[in-house]
């Protein structure tokens, strides 16, 4: 199976996803027929169970959108539940550390040691019925994406070690948590914040990584111009700003027709 989100980061062009946190397989159709690149199944904020992951999968795959899940936190086992579900990759939240990203790319790949654990039947081999197992794992391995969240001060602090970790697709810095932690929730704007994620941003792009932020219609063009890729927004901005489009020529056409 191939990673349409890989293969555009690639050749170096972004792509625009739209998180969901309560379970549609219909809303993730509707995102691929409208035209987005992937969804982000999100069970930490959301009310998402494992055999949604796996329905709102089989919508994505159906459809021709790219499924990345974010686990419930960063923990190996609520990776690897989110990867035999049939995800092509993760979001993986709280990386503060080199060693929370070495565990996050290992809970991923399949290999020796500490490893992402190997069953027949999943999924992802195709329940079974798909190529031979060791062609499976190779593609697995290939074909995945791991995504990282820089959210915390400390994350922050420690950008040099974990952008030297081998494996990570997407270095994804988390404006809200990252604010909180550095003593202005909410304040994405405050100065010190702002600088770190500037500061952030610039080191990933040096280290020749892909980027990524969310974003809403009011700003997608600044996250665009600082050189992130992988970008999204929440279902909710989308609807609004949507909704205030449609309410405003609404009201306008009352006007003008009274």
């Not at 539940?81 to 995800?87: I, K, N, T």
């Not at 070690?161 to 997407?170: M, P, T």
Request: net charge negative; glycine share 10%.
């Amino acid at each position: 199976m191939k990673n349409a989100m890989k293969e555009k980061f690639a050749r170096g062009e972004p792509a625009y996803g739209v998180s969901l946190m309560f379970p549609s397989p219909q809303l993730v159709e509707m995102l691929a027929y409208a035209g987005f690149d992937w969804v982000l199944i999100d069970c930490e904020h959301g009310s998402i169970g494992a055999a949604d992951v796996e329905v709102m999968t089989m919508a994505a795959d159906a459809s021709g959108i790219t499924p990345i899940g974010r686990p419930r936190n960063n923990s190996s086992a609520e990776i690897q539940s989110l990867m035999d579900r049939g995800v092509h990759g993760v979001q993986v939240p709280h990386i503060n550390t080199r060693e929370d990203a070495e565990r996050a790319v290992a809970a991923v790949k399949f290999g020796p040691g500490a490893q992402r654990g190997l069953a027949a039947g999943t999924r992802p081999d195709r329940w079974g019925f798909g190529a031979k197992m060791k062609d499976f794992v190779a593609q697995a391995n290939s074909t995945s994406l791991v995504c990282v969240q820089i959210e915390h001060a400390d994350a922050v602090a420690n950008i040099d070690d974990i952008l030297g970790v081998d494996g990570i697709d997407v270095f994804f810095i988390g404006p809200s948590d990252l604010s909180q932690s550095m003593g202005h929730p909410g304040e994405p704007n405050a100065p010190t914040v702002k600088a770190a994620i500037d500061q952030t941003l610039q080191k990933i792009r040096a280290a020749g990584a892909v980027p990524g932020m969310p974003a809403a219609t009011a700003n997608i063009a600044d996250v665009t111009g600082s050189g992130c890729k992988y970008i999204y927004t929440h279902l909710p901005k989308l609807i609004g700003a949507g909704a205030n489009n449609f309410l405003d020529a609404a009201r306008a056409g009352h006007t003008n027709g009274s």
